[in-house]
């Protein structure tokens, strides 16, 4: 960050890890398929998407913890697998960390201390102070949530040039969380560096993200900044016939609700989108980016009971 | 942040207007910085600086190099013309709208602000 706090705009910003045309595939399941994407330097790239979609794939690709079946892999311009130099440049939280048995929560932070060259000691202790962490416990009596601590701790403190959060919060109750998320962005703000984070709670961490890769069933949904995507869609509400009017010609992602009411998630197509909506009577909203998620990830499902929605839709219709 | 309130940046230089306006932010004082900003809201600190920078663009802000960001002179009264510009489309469209739907004509909407205006 410059001294008078202004950051480079993403437009300035360069990738640091690409995948080109990448195909991964286990026993006849095909996790990704034919992707690329960059993901940019300095930025925290939220990696959203369904269980199943591929992100964690995508994460181990980067890592260099996977070899694609097809495609390339560029961390830093070269393939990270097996390849010393990126590696220690790279830090992965992952959901299920496994640790030697014998290891207590010191060990694992002096091991990471070795591993990554920019690793602040007195940030991890802090950190541990944070979280609560028995510095001389064995890891393996952690609770669930402890043991994600241990993983946020490491990951943060590491100030790896690109960290890999991967759902990185089990067990960890709101408090903790909130935590996390606030470390996060001080530290992010004093040392910037490249964050991808994945996780469900998107509505938790909509605000920290500038950018948004979104995957469905191995492919890339979406790929675009945090607020240009919320931007791309409006929620409207009001009589179902004047919905449909509205709906009929433009590019509908979602549609809620039965009888007299409902709420739709369209495209923005114009700057006529507003005007037109009014001239029915409908409501419009901006979309929020978890809804926008779900509105594009959902496939038809119906995920929201009748009953919400009509609580819903009375309250948008007062 | 208010996430179903439009663009978080915009949030963010609406925010500092309002203060503008309202004196909080006085001309020539130092706007608060992207850092403080994002710690604050827990935002993206390139969120926060997109509004910031909005702001810089549309003259309300300018940039002392090395020291952070200052409220332009003449800010206030610049944001208290626009926002005067934009108040019939913003408040008076949907309130004429609503007293439409509800029945209430001109004359009764004038009294209603007549007296909300009077001295309890």
Do not use: C
């Not at chain 1, 996790?31 to 591929?54: C, H, K, M, P, Y």
């Not at chain 1, 181990?60 to 220690?88: K, W």
């Not at chain 2, 827990?42 to 910031?52: C, D, H, M, Q």
């Amino acid at each position: 960050m410059n001294v008078d706090g202004t950051l480079p705009s993403a437009e300035e910003s360069r990738p640091v890890a690409t995948m080109h045309e990448v195909t991964m595939r286990f026993r006849g399941h095909t996790a990704l398929d034919n992707v690329s994407v960059a993901f940019q330097e300095n930025v925290i790239t939220g990696l959203l998407g369904r269980n199943g979609a591929g992100k964690t794939t995508m994460m181990q690709l980067m890592a260099g913890h996977l070899v694609p079946t097809s495609g390339q892999v560029e961390v830093f311009g070269a393939n990270p697998y097996e390849n010393e130099s990126v590696l220690a440049r790279m830090s992965l939280v992952k959901e299920n960390q496994k640790y030697p048995e014998y290891f207590r929560v010191t060990d694992a932070l002096s091991a990471a201390a070795m591993l990554f060259p920019n690793w602040d000691a007195a940030f991890a202790q802090s950190l541990l102070a944070d979280f609560d962490l028995p510095e001389k416990r064995r890891i393996k009596k952690l609770s669930r949530g402890m043991l994600s601590a241990v993983g946020i701790v490491i990951g943060l403190a590491s100030r790896a040039p690109i960290t890999f959060f991967d759902e990185p919060y089990l067990g960890l109750d709101a408090v903790a969380r909130q935590m996390f998320y606030d470390r996060l962005l001080a530290d992010y703000a004093e040392n910037s560096r490249t964050i991808v984070l994945s996780t469900h709670l998107i509505e938790e961490i909509a605000d920290l993200l500038e950018h948004v890769v979104l995957l469905d069933r191995g492919r890339i949904l979406a790929d675009a900044g945090a607020d240009d995507l919320r931007a791309s869609a409006i929620s409207v509400s009001g009589r179902s016939d004047q919905i449909d009017r509205f709906a009929a010609g433009r590019d509908l992602l979602r549609r809620e609700g039965a009888g007299q009411l409902s709420r739709a998630v369209v495209r923005v197509q114009s700057r006529d989108d507003r005007t037109e909506a009014d001239a029915l009577g409908l409501e419009v909203a901006p979309v929020s980016l978890q809804h926008l998620v779900v509105s594009l990830t959902s496939h038809g499902e119906a995920t929201i009971p009748p009953s919400a929605d009509s609580a819903d839709l009375e309250e948008v219709s007062r | 942040m208010n996430e179903d309130g439009g663009p978080i940046f915009r949030q963010i230089a609406d925010q500092i207007e309002n203060a503008i306006v309202d004196a909080t932010l006085a001309e020539e004082a130092q706007a608060p910085s992207t850092t403080e900003l994002a710690a604050f809201h827990r935002i993206n600190p390139a969120t926060a600086a997109k509004g910031i920078n909005q702001l810089v663009a549309d003259g309300v802000l300018y940039k002392k190099r090395g020291v952070g960001m200052f409220v332009a002179s003449g800010a206030r009264e610049q944001l208290l013309k626009r926002r005067r510009n934009e108040f019939a489309q913003l408040y008076l469209r949907p309130l004429l709208a609503e007293a439409d739907k509800l029945g209430i004509g001109a004359q009764e909407l004038t009294s209603m602000i007549n007296d909300r205006k009077d001295p309890r």
